[in-house]
């Protein structure tokens, strides 16, 4: 099977799929890599959406903070 006729057939069944069920987009919350100001280490933090700035407690020291 060539590139082009896997491509066609990619196509071909996305096309199917839309036809037979509208396709839903939702939007979640977002994941922000915050840095703690005290001792560095790598936190992962999740706002909700439209939100610009998270408090949350570092995992490794402890220290109380929010996301920039």
């Known amino acids: 099977m060539s590139k082009q006729s896997m491509r066609?057939?990619?196509e071909?069944?996305?096309r199917e799929a839309m036809a037979r069920k509208p396709l839903v987009?939702?939007?979640g919350n977002t994941r922000i890599?915050?840095?703690?100001?005290?001792?560095g280490a790598p936190n992962r933090?999740?706002?909700e959406r439209?939100?610009?700035?998270?408090?949350?407690?570092c995992k490794q020291c402890g220290?109380?903070?929010e996301t920039l």
Do not use: M, P, Y
């Open 12 to 14: 071909r069944l996305i």
């Open 50 to 57: 439209g939100v610009t700035r998270v408090k949350f407690i």
């Open 25 to 27: 987009v939702k939007e």
């Open 45 to 47: 933090v999740s706002a």
């Open 8 to 10: 066609e057939e990619a």
């Open 63 to 65: 220290h109380k903070q």
């Open 33 to 39: 890599e915050a840095i703690c100001g005290k001792c």
